[in-house]
């Protein structure tokens, strides 16, 4: 528990964001421009090794499974080793793994090569949300998961464009690009992130020992964070991803176009709003956008099932794409907060992730039932109650901004 304290810096000087939130925003997009390369690719890849649509979609699935496993490990790894060997290792797993996926021979070799890059991936998600949360100003977490946001984001939309131009070389092409953007990206962070470097238990001076997760579910603002990130794991990235585009292949004629747009969409909607939000949650608080961002994803996310025409899919995605732009770095800071900068969380972060990824993973099998049983409309009114419901551990939790709080206490 840490009480507030006073900060005598200048104004420009907490204006100025620290230099290895920098690096790790340049690396970020190196990442997400990467990973953009081989998403469109790799399931006609692994068809063509002449195999059925569903083994060609589990190969997707693999990745997100494999994170999701190994995420309380990268937890424990974080907090044992610190956060920059982790994350440069996680790199690169993730390039020897796309390299070895370029690669492969044979559909069982590409579905091992590139599940085991989910270890890799989770690695350096968990150590970049704990690098985040130790590198950043209290009053600027906000501000800086926004920006490391909007880089994933900027980097996942021209990632695919350049990754379709690259694919007419070889549909491997993409996979040896992206295993070199993140043999660079390794590089950049061992060079440049000189902050990086966090004594770890074992030390002859370390800091504080690292925040076990009972001591962080005993914050009203963490758990209620956990529930927040499942529901919108459930609807943005699973949902969003593969009931969204099958509604549209079977309300439109030409539903593949529509589909691409729809997403494109969400994601315009995304990068509108995310910096703002984040510049917002630092100045009003982290509640009120949690809250707005819920209420927004839930109402168009709704209004999905009534979208019948083009312009209205569309500008629902745009909505739901822009209440996930202001929930999102608004969540993250709250965890942030909860952990401080003066210690470790691995297990922490790892459990907040995993909530998405549990999301990510269960909505599109459970809300695929409903749209069997009850059809699309009952599909995406099941998911934005589900966002809606998620506001109430909110409202009760208690603020965890530390200039609004004075001190994060559980509760």
Excluded at 25 to 38: C, M, R
């Amino acid at each position: 528990m840490r009480g507030a304290t006073g900060d005598t810096r200048s104004p420009a000087t907490k204006d100025r964001l620290p230099a290895d939130v920098w690096v790790l925003v340049a690396a970020a997009f190196a990442i997400a421009v990467g990973y953009g390369l081989v998403a469109p690719v790799l399931p006609q890849f692994a068809q063509s090794f002449n195999v059925s649509v569903t083994a060609a979609s589990v190969v997707v699935s693999a990745f997100a499974f494999f994170r999701l496993v190994f995420a309380p490990a990268g937890g424990f790894l974080v907090d044992r080793m610190g956060e920059r060997w982790v994350y440069m290792t996680g790199l690169l797993i993730v390039a020897v793994s796309t390299l070895a996926t370029g690669l492969a021979q044979g559909y069982w070799q590409l579905l091992l090569f590139r599940g085991l890059g989910g270890l890799g991936s989770t690695m350096f998600t968990i150590s970049a949300m704990a690098l985040l949360t130790r590198l950043s100003p209290p009053g600027a977490r906000g501000r800086i998961a926004g920006l490391y946001a909007t880089a994933f984001l900027i980097g996942n939309i021209g990632g695919p464009v350049i990754g379709g131009v690259l694919a007419e070389f070889g549909m491997r092409v993409p996979f040896f690009v992206y295993a070199g953007s993140l043999i660079v990206a390794t590089g950049v962070v061992a060079v440049f992130l000189r902050g990086g470097r966090r004594r770890v238990p074992g030390d002859d001076v370390a800091e504080q020992p690292p925040m076990l997760l009972p001591e962080a579910l005993s914050h009203s603002g963490y758990r209620a964070a956990l529930v927040s990130s499942f529901v919108n794991g459930w609807s943005s990235f699973g949902v969003r991803v593969a009931i969204v585009p099958l509604f549209a292949a079977a309300t439109f004629e030409d539903g593949a176009r529509i589909a691409g747009l729809t997403l494109a969409s969400f994601a315009v909607g995304t990068a509108v709003v995310i910096s703002l939000a984040g510049y917002l949650t630092d100045r009003y608080g982290r509640k009120p956008l949690v809250l707005g961002g819920l209420v927004v994803s839930g109402v168009a996310t709704i209004a999905l099932g009534w979208s019948d025409t083009v312009p209205l899919l569309v500008g629902t995605s745009v909505v739901a794409g822009m209440g996930a732009g202001v929930l999102n770095p608004a969540q993250q800071a709250a965890v942030a907060d909860v952990i401080g900068a003066d210690r470790a969380g691995g297990k922490v972060l790892a459990t907040f992730q995993m909530a998405s990824d549990s999301g990510a993973i269960l909505g599109p099998v459970l809300v695929g039932l409903v749209v069997d049983r009850l059809g699309y409309t009952t599909g995406f009114v099941v998911s934005g109650v589900m966002l809606m419901l998620a506001t109430l551990p909110w409202i009760f939790a208690r603020e965890t901004h530390p200039s609004r709080n004075g001190s994060v206490t559980g509760e």
